[in-house]
Antibody, heavy 119, light 107 residues
Framework: EVQLLESGGDLVQPGGSLRLSCEASGFTFSTYTMSWVRQAPGKGLEWVSVLSGSGGSAYYAGSVEGRFTISRDNSKNILYLQLNSLTAEDTAVYYC????????????WGQGTLVTVSS | DIQMTQSPSSVSASVGDRVTITCRASQDISTWLAWYQQKPGKAPQLLIYIASSLRSGVPSRFSGSGSGTDFTLTISSLQPEDFATYYCQQANSFPLTFGGGTKVEIK
């Protein structure tokens, strides 16, 4: 059974940094593209970033490009998202998601971790 | 960026009703479209991918159709567990984008 467990969400001040983690199990982690999707309180879904299985190809939403960095450790089955220069607009639940083999669709999701940016 | 526009933003329906949600892409995305269901406080769940492929385990009352720019999610006979918010998502190109969501409420 695929399981994705996010952690690292916290209350952080504007301009601060945070690193989110997503521990994966139940599948061969290194062979799957992984992604982060976020959802601001009471709002819709926003794709954030995606990283290929090898870690060689990454893409970002324009709203986070240059501030967020996605990475992975295939030896530990963990996906990361480094969040820098945070603003109030980054306040959201951040979901880790596994991309399927039939296209860039999010077949499995974690339960999410809440990032709150506030002074 | 490809904009995804869903309509309606909300719909009130009764158990047993047929419900149709539409999603329009700002440019041709072929059939690179998915539909998700999200219940309050929970992560989204994939229902349909490649516009009309039903994910394993998803009830057959859910169906998807369309190609190019216009897509539809249909629930043939609404069940109590179907009251939720539904999102479309294009997978044609980066940045991946979602529609604004359609909330299906109890009438």
């Amino acid at each position: 059974e695929v399981q994705l467990l996010e952690s690292g969400g916290d209350l952080v001040q504007p301009g601060g940094s945070l690193r989110l983690s997503c521990e994966a199990s139940g599948f061969t982690f290194s062979t799957y593209t992984m992604s982060w999707v976020r959802q601001a309180p009471g709002k819709g879904l926003e794709w954030v970033s995606v990283l290929s299985g090898s870690g060689g190809s990454a893409y970002y939403a324009g709203s986070v490009e240059g501030r967020f960095t996605i990475s992975r450790d295939n030896s530990k089955n963990i996906l990361y998202l480094q969040l820098n220069s945070l603003t109030a607009e980054d306040t959201a639940v951040y979901y880790c998601a596994k991309i399927g083999v039939d296209g860039e669709f999010f077949g499995h999701w974690g339960q999410g971790t809440l990032v709150t940016v506030s002074s | 960026d490809i904009q995804m526009t869903q309509s309606p933003s909300s719909v009130s329906a009764s158990v047993g009703d047929r419900v149709t949600i539409t999603c329009r892409a700002s440019q041709d995305i072929s059939t690179w479209l998915a539909w998700y269901q999200q219940k309050p406080g929970k992560a989204p769940q994939l229902l349909i991918y490649i516009a009309s492929s039903l994910r394993s385990g998803v009830p057959s009352r859910f169906s998807g159709s369309g190609s190019g720019t216009d897509f539809t999610l249909t629930i043939s006979s609404l069940q109590p567990e179907d009251f939720a918010t539904y999102y479309c998502q294009q997978a044609n190109s980066f940045p991946l984008t979602f529609g604004g969501g359609t909330k299906v409420e109890i009438k």
